[in-house]
C-alpha cells in the first residue's frame, strides 16, 4: 500500500514475498553459513553430538549414552536443531570441554567418573561394536573410535577379547585469521584404561589442544569432508571410465535406433507411398487401428506418468542445485530438507500431469484420480516411515524422528503438497484436449497372435530394465556409498551427466521394445512402455542385495530394516521416474510413425 498498489494486491503479493522468502530460506540454507571470529583466548563451542557402530552410519544414539562425563543436568544444553539436523539423526549437546582460542593445552583434566560394572559393559559392547563418536567444533565435524580391542588368540571370542577406553583425547585445530578452519581428534594409545567385564573402574578423563596456523580460507573450510585429496583422483580416474563406458553404449544404442529408422522405416514408407494397400501388408503397419486404443485403468497409468513426471523434475532440480553449490557440507542435512521443500512445490506437477491425461483419455472422476496421485508417494512413504520409525524408537535410535518433525512433515503435506496437487488437477482438466491419434480406432480389437517366450512381456520388461542399468552400475555404487557411508558426495556434475546418459538410454531402450512388440503386431504398448523404463528400478533394488551384503560391512536389524525399506522408496520412486520417460519417449515415436499411415 505504501508503494502505491492496490490494497486488494498487497496481500497476495506479501504472500508470495513470504512464500519466496521461504523457499529461499529452506533450500538455499547450506550456502548461508555465518562466519564467526574469535579473539585471543575466546572461548570455541564444543558440541557433542552421537555414537553408534561405524559400519552402521543409520544406527546412532545419543553420546550421553554411553556413561562419559557429563554437565550437571541443570547446566546441560541441548543444541536447537533444524529440520534438516533432526533428519540426519543429529542430538547436539553441551560438553565439559574447554577450548580457548590459540591457546594450547598439553593435559587437561575433564574429570573423574567411577563407573559401575554394567557402565563398564556397555564400554566393552561399545568397543566391541567398533564404536566412533562425533563432536563438532565449531561447527565442524569430527569423528573418533570410542576404544580398541584386542583378540587374545585366534579362537578368542567376544567375551575373552581384551577391551580398551580411550581416555584422553588430542584435538588439532588450525586456524586462520580470527576464524578456525580446520579440526582433528586423535586418541593417545598410551593413556588408555582395560574394560574388564563386570568389574567396576574409576577412570580419570582428560584432553589437549595445539593450534597450527593454515592457509585455508573460511569459504573453503568445509572442502575436506567432500573426499580425501590422495583417493579422489583414483575415484575420479574410475567415475570418468564410467561415463566413457556410457557413453560408448549410448552411442551404440543411437546407431541402432537410427538404422531402425532410417533403413526400415524408409523402406516401409516407401511402400505405404507406392501403395497404399501395402499398409495392410503385416507387422506394425497392421496395427494402424488398435495401437491408439486406449490402454485399461486409465485413471491409474495417468498417475503413475503424473508422478514420475514430478519425480524427473524434482532429480533435476536438487541436481542442479547440487552442481550449483547448494548443498554445502557446512549444514547438515540440507539436502533433505531441500528434497522435502522442492517435492512439496513441484506436486503441482503431478496433479496436472495426471489430470491432463485421465481427461484427454475420456476419464470423468478426475477429483478420484488426483487423490490418487497424491497418495502414489505418500501412501508407501507412510508406511514405511511407521514402520522404520516404531523400530528406531524401540532400539532408543537417534535415526527416530520427534513428534513434532512429523507434525511439521505432515503440515507442510496437507497445506502445500496436497493443495498444490489438487490445483495442478484443476489446472490439468481445465486445460486438456481430446487425445489427438493420428489413425482412428477400430470398434472391434483386433487378434494379438502368439510369439516365442522371449518376445513376451516379462522377458521383454526384464531385457529393457537391464539395458539402462549397465549404464549407471559404476556410479550407483558411489552414490549408495555416500547414501549409507560416511563420506559426502561431490561430483553433482558428473552425477547431473549419468542421469542424463539414464535418460537418454531408457528413451532408446523403450522405443527399440516398443517398436519389436508392434511389429509382431501387439498393439499393447501403452502400459508395456511404462514397464520397459520403469523396471530399471527393480535392477537398482536388486543391487541393493549386492551391495549390503558383498560392498558393505552393515549389519544388525535396524540398520537393514533402514537400509532396505528407504531403498524400497528410492528405487520405487526412480521406476515410475524411468516409467514416465519411457511412455512419453515412446508415445512420440508411435506417433510419428504412424503419421503416414491412412486408415479408413
Known sequence: VALGLPKHASKPQGMRRALFFLLCLCVFQGALGESKSYNHGEEVNVLVNKVGPYNNPTETYSYYSLPYLAPPDDELERKRENLGEVLSGDSLMSSLYSLKFLVPMEKEKLGDVTLTAAQVDKFRDAILGDYFFEMHIDDMPVWGYVGRHVSTNVFSNEESSRCFLFTHFDFSIGYNGPHVVEVNISADPTRQVEMTSKKGVTLEFTYGATWHARNITYEHRMDRYYGQPHTLGHELEIHWIGIINSFIFVVSLTTVLGYILLHILRRDYQK??????????????????????????????????????????????????????????ANRGSIYVAGIVCYSLTACIAGFVSARWYTSLQGTRWARNTLLTACLITGPTVIIFCILNTIALAYGSNAALPFSTIFVIALI?????????????????????????????????????????????????????FLPFSSIYIELYYVYSSLWGHHMYSLFGILLLVFLILTIVTAFVTIMHVYFQLSAEDYRWWWRSFLYGGSTGLFMYAYCFTFYFSRSNMSGALQTAYFFGYMALICYG??????????????????????VVKSD
Request: glycine fraction near 10%.
Open 272 to 329: 505405404i507411398e507406392e501403395d497404399d494397400e501395402a499398409a495392410e501388408d503385416a507387422g506394425w503397419k497392421l496395427l494402424h487401428g488398435d495401437v491408439f486404443r486406449y490402454p485399461p485403468h486409465p485413471s491409474i497409468l495417468s498417475a503413475l506418468l503424473g508422478v514420475g513426471t514430478q519425480i524427473f523434475v524434482l532429480v533435476l532440480l536438487l541436481l542442479i542445485l547440487a552442481v550449483l553449490g547448494v548443498f554445502y557440507p
Open 413 to 465: 503435506g496437507l497445506t502445500v503438497t496436497l493443495p498444490l496437487t489438487i490445483l495442478g488437477g484443476i489446472t490439468g482438466k481445465n486445460f486438456s484436449k481430446p487425445f489427438d491419434a493420428p489413425c482412428r480406432t477400430r470398434h472391434v480389437p483386433g487378434l494379438i497372435p502368439n510369439v516365442p517366450w522371449y518376445r513376451r512381456a516379462i522377458p521383454q520388461i526384464i531385457m529393457a530394465g
Open 574 to 595: 526412480f521406476s515410475l521416474m524411468l516409467g514416465a520417460v519411457g511412455f512419453f519417449s515412446a508415445m512420440f515415436f508411435v506417433k510419428k510413425i504412424y503419421q
